[in-house]
């Protein structure tokens, strides 16, 4: 059984579709909300951190773990304007994030199947 998954906020209809869930992120960007965590019913949480063009998508075992995230092989550079919900504004090497679509793929791929796309670098941080 493939785990089902909610926004951490409360905010939301309970357990999401892969796609509903691509749509209130994109929602929420859009509205400049560019922190969002998802709760999944094993425990793990998903993380979307997002300047609206690249983000950084980790994935934890529960609160307290490093996790692991998508990342970007080869990218030079590194992007400003992750604010998270806080107010705080982060930077972040562009090899650590991905662009929003590929983020919002990734997403809406470990919703669905429990995992990363096979085909999206990852990175363990444990």
């Known amino acids: 059984m493939v785990e089902s998954w909610t926004f951490v906020d409360g905010r939301g209809d309970g357990a999401l579709a892969p796609d509903e869930a691509v749509t209130e992120l994109r929602r929420r960007i859009a509205g400049g909300a560019f922190e969002s965590w998802l709760a999944g019913s094993s425990g793990r949480l998903l993380a979307v951190v997002t300047n609206a063009e690249r983000a950084m998508v980790m994935l934890l075992d529960g609160e307290g773990d490093p996790g692991e995230h ?57």
């Open 70 to 126: 998508a990342t970007y092989p080869g990218a030079e550079g590194r992007s400003d304007g992750f604010v998270l919900a806080n107010g705080q504004s982060d930077e972040y090497p562009d090899e650590d994030t991905v662009p929003l679509e590929e983020a919002l793929r990734i997403v809406r791929h470990i919703l669905a199947t429990g995992g990363p796309p096979t085909d999206a670098p990852w990175r363990v941080d444990r």
